[in-house]
Nanobody, 112 residues
Framework: QVQVVESGGGLVQPGGSLRLSCAASRNNFVIYGMGWYRQAPGKQRELVATITSGGTTEYADSVKGRFTISRDGAKNTVYLQMNSLKPEDTAVYYC??????WGQGTQVTVSS
């Protein structure tokens, strides 16, 4: 069974930074794509960033230039570095290991 566990969420002021981590159970971690998604209250879940097994990244337009996704194969972990955070970034952030394994989510709140 594949397990996906996020951590690193919290409360941060506008303009601040957070780094989210996503640990996935081994199961050939390095050959799968990974992604971060988020869901704000009353809204649908949306893609934030993805990274392929080869390291190719993709970002939502709303986070380009502010967020960076990366992966560490030795640690079976994917990271989301979030800088210049805005109140509209407030959401539950979910990690996904392709093709269909989701974590439980971690809350990110951007507020003064």
């Amino acid at each position: 069974q594949v397990q996906v566990v996020e951590s690193g969420g919290g409360l941060v002021q506008p303009g601040g930074s957070l780094r989210l981590s996503c640990a996935a159970s081994r199961n050939n971690f390095v050959i799968y794509g990974m992604g971060w998604y988020r869901q704000a209250p009353g809204k649908q879940r949306e893609l934030v960033a993805t990274i392929t097994s080869g390291g190719t990244t993709e970002y939502a337009d709303s986070v380009k230039g502010r967020f960076t996704i990366s992966r560490d194969g030795a640690k079976n972990t994917v990271y989301l570095q979030m800088n210049s955070l805005k109140p509209e970034d407030t959401a539950v952030y979910y990690c996904k290991r392709e093709p269909r394994y989701w974590g439980q989510g971690t809350q990110v709140t951007v507020s003064s």
